[in-house]
């Protein structure tokens, strides 16, 4: 989606936006097709789970500037698009694919929370915001993007890997005793990886899980194993896991539900 200066002319001037909301998987094919829409002052949001190719992109510290070469394979991203371009996004929005071509929103609660990587407030993403928000989608800009792309994050792990596994709805999932506490363990760890990096997730464990509780649908990434789809299991569970091994945080409960859910994955054929 292109976002054109004829949208509103006086705001954008001749910025363009283009938005990047594909699975992890097929970022490579984004790589090699997305050269023609980009214009020299083209700004390119990324609006999906997990963690983002850039995301060490002016982060500071000693992991400034790291690669993530599980995500990104050869820089392809990095090279094509460059990560100056980049929007970073986080979208919530329960939906699900109801026939080819189209994505049914199940809730009227759909947000998205933009910000640049280094945490700048600029007039692009100001701008960016305030239109989409005119349009109906509740748009946030935050100057923590790395915070929310966390707090979302946690959410996707603590129930996509129980949802690959039971095929179930998260509301069934977290009714269960035993499946609530592995819920909590895993909400834990992901925040500590969080925290080692210097970023303050939502930490607020009962709310999520009374959330999932109430949540009768099922995760996209189960959607997928379910019609035969690529599944983003690298970009959800293998970088954090990644990301954890850096900061030198433990994560066991992490570690046993990605290779319970990476093992059924590859069982599908869809890894």
């Known amino acids: 989606m292109a976002v054109e200066a004829s949208d509103d002319p006086a705001a954008l001037g001749a910025q363009d936006v283009v938005f990047v909301t594909v699975k992890a998987p097929a970022l490579p094919s984004v790589a090699a097709m997305i050269g023609p829409l980009l214009g020299p002052e083209t700004s390119v ?20 500037g790291r690669r993530l070469s599980a995500i990104d394979p050869d820089d392809g991203l990095w090279r094509a698009i460059g990560p100056d371009r980049v929007i970073g996004g986080v979208i919530y929005s329960a939906s699900e694919v109801t026939e080819p071509g189209v994505v049914t929103a199940r809730h009227g609660n759909s947000r998205l929370f933009l910000g640049e990587p280094d945490s700048r407030e600029t007039e692009r993403v100001a701008v960016l915001a305030d239109i989409l928000s005119r349009g109906g989608l509740k748009t946030t800009v935050t100057r923590a993007i790395r915070d929310e792309i966390w707090t979302k994050l946690m959410n996707n792990i603590a129930s996509g890997p129980m949802a690959v596994l039971t095929q179930c709805c998260v509301s069934t999932i977290a009714a269960e005793p035993a499946c609530e506490t592995a819920m909590r363990m895993i909400l834990e760890e992901t925040a500590s990886i969080a925290g080692a990096l210097g970023c303050h997730p939502d930490r607020d464990i009962d709310g999520k899980i009374a959330f999932m509780r109430k949540l009768d649908h099922k995760p996209s990434i189960l959607q997928d194993l379910e019609h035969g ?11 954090t896991l990644t990301l954890a091994r850096m900061a030198g945080v433990k994560t066991p409960n992490l570690e046993l539900w990605t290779a319970l859910a990476t093992l059924r994955t590859r069982a599908a054929g869809l890894i």
């Open 45 to 64: 949001v990324f609006a999906m789970n997990g963690i983002p190719w850039w995301y060490f992109y002016r982060h500071g510290g000693p992991l400034d």
């Open 229 to 239: 789809r690529a599944m983003e299991v690298e970009a959800l569970y293998g970088a």
